[in-house]
């Protein structure tokens, strides 16, 4: 998985418009049934370095009196996102057909 997290992130970006930090790691929770947690310490370094591509970009929001960060997919983000999904979909095809042969009759 931590190969493909910017592209977990990218994603649900890509889906939802604007998430900040916690929102996505919750989200990621409740996509897989808490089989899957993303901890700060594994997200933030990744939200940061795509915001430095300018893949990501930042907006600030003053939210119950508490600033809030949200992270919005820039357009240069948008055809990242699609290419890294369509990368780690055809990846994870390949795996599956690796765990899963099918039983050859010939």
Do not use: C, W
């Not at 990621?28 to 939200?47: C, F, H, M, R, S």
């Not at 795996?95 to 050859?104: A, E, Q």
């Amino acid at each position: 998985m931590k190969g493909s997290l910017s592209t977990i992130v990218l994603k649900l970006l890509h889906d939802n418009g604007r998430m900040y930090g916690y929102e996505i790691t919750q989200k990621v929770k409740e996509l897989t049934q808490n089989d899957i947690k993303i901890t700060e310490g594994a997200l933030y370094p990744i939200l940061h370095k795509l915001e430095a591509e300018d893949i990501l970009t930042p907006e600030i929001e003053k939210v119950d009196g508490r600033i809030r960060k949200y992270y919005k997919i820039t357009p240069k983000g948008n055809a990242e996102a699609i290419d890294r999904i369509a990368e780690l979909r055809a990846f994870a095809d390949n795996l599956n057909l690796i765990l899963n042969p099918k039983i050859s009759l010939g």
